[in-house]
């Protein structure tokens, strides 16, 4: 280290591993369709109403019911991982070489 090099700068941070939302709301609306689709077919109907329009009914309030599921488990293991957050000292490391061609 040069003597015309500022000092390294220390900062404490907090890490954690939080979920992404959207993957947990598309898997729950998945398995809703699923369920909707087991539901609709696997199941003996009324001879009045057709299956498939059985299976969208059901495949819009069971993919909604999915979904609302896959985020309370999403809000669960967040609020899981704000428990377990760690907190590290994290310290700048000045450049050993200047960039030669920056990126504009």
Same mark, same amino acid.
């Given at each position: 280290m040069s003597l015309? @090099?500022?000092?390294? @700068?220390r900062r404490e941070v907090t890490v954690r591993r939080a979920p992404k939302f959207v993957p947990f709301l598309v898997l729950g609306a998945l398995l809703g369709f699923a369920a909707a689709a087991v539901a609709a077919y696997? #199941?003996?109907g009324d001879a009045e109403f057709d299956p498939g329009a059985v299976f969208g009914f059901l495949m819009i309030t069971f993919g909604a019911a999915g979904?609302?599921?896959?985020? /309370? /488990?999403?809000l669960l293991l967040d609020r899981r991982s704000v428990r377990k957050q760690e907190r590290a000292v994290? @310290?700048? #490391?000045? =450049?050993s @070489?200047? =960039?030669t061609n920056p990126q504009d």
């Open positions: 015309n @090099e500022p000092p390294a @700068e696997a #199941v003996p979904a609302v599921l896959g985020a /309370v /488990v999403a994290v @310290e700048s #490391v000045p =450049d @070489e200047p =960039d």
